[in-house]
């Protein structure tokens, strides 16, 4: 089945040290997005990429890094310098062309311990 | 630039009852607009779309949605609530052509017996 993988669920990091999540899409989808959800603060963009080698910044991109290689995956790396970084991170990807309907991962739940 | 309000953070109602979900929605250009549910601990499944042609539009569960341009609104609504809806629900907007979907703070509904 086509979909998105995020991996993993759940992550626990020390204070200090760089992680990085996973997102993995089979979906033949050109752009991908990563975002951040807070409680009661809805979805906030950190990067996204409309193809590969190429990405942008979006809202919140202060002390998060990203690649994209490869068509199929999106990597999203927590450095140090996020000063706040427990949170829900949840991947997507959607065609390149509008509507701009969005397809999510299961999300992984980052902790900083 | 683009922006989503959604009225309410928590809405209850009980089961058999009428769900009407708020959003109003702000944009520079004509939108493209979408409901998304998601379930604890998981990602975001899109309920429905407006993108172009018939305002009211019918999404998956029994949900609908009407696009009314006068009042820049999309509240989602279903005739009768049942217990499994109960989740969080989030209104989002993309600019027409563009690819950025941007989220608004989201609604928890709780079902009650």
């Known amino acids: 089945d086509g979909g998105i993988t995020q991996s993993p669920k759940y992550l626990f990091r020390k204070e200090g040290q760089n992680v990085t999540l996973s997102c993995e899409q089979n979906?033949?989808?050109?752009?991908m997005y990563w975002y951040r959800q807070d409680p009661g603060q809805g979805l906030r963009l950190i990067y996204y990429?409309?193809?590969?080698?190429?990405?942008q910044k979006g809202d919140i991109a202060e002390g998060y890094s990203v690649s994209r290689e490869k068509k199929e995956s999106f990597p999203l790396t927590v450095t140090s310098a996020q000063k706040n970084p427990t949170a829900f991170y949840l991947c997507?990807?959607?065609?390149?062309?509008?509507?701009?309907?969005?397809?999510f991962g299961q999300g992984t739940r980052l902790t900083v311990v | 630039a683009q922006s989503v309000t959604q009225l309410g953070s928590h809405v209850s109602v009980s089961e058999g009852a009428l769900v009407l979900l708020r959003c109003n929605y702000s944009?520079?250009?004509?939108?493209?607009l979408f409901w998304y549910v998601q379930y604890p601990n998981q990602g975001l499944q899109l309920l429905l779309k407006?993108?172009?042609?018939?305002?009211l539009v019918k999404g998956i569960n029994g949900f609908e949605a009407e696009f009314k341009k006068s009042e820049t609104s999309f509240h989602l609504t279903k005739p009768s609530a049942h217990m499994s809806d109960a989740a969080e629900y989030f209104c989002?907007?993309?600019?027409?052509?563009?690819?950025?979907?941007?989220f608004g703070t989201g609604t928890r509904l709780l079902v009650s017996p």
């Open positions: 979906l033949n989808h050109d752009a």
């Open positions: 407006y993108t172009t042609g018939a305002t």
């Open positions: 944009s520079s250009v004509p939108p493209y």
């Open positions: 989002a907007v993309s600019p027409t052509g563009f690819q950025k979907l941007v």
């Open positions: 990429s409309q193809i590969v080698n190429d990405f």
């Open positions: 997507a990807s959607s065609i390149s062309g509008p509507p701009t309907e969005a397809f």
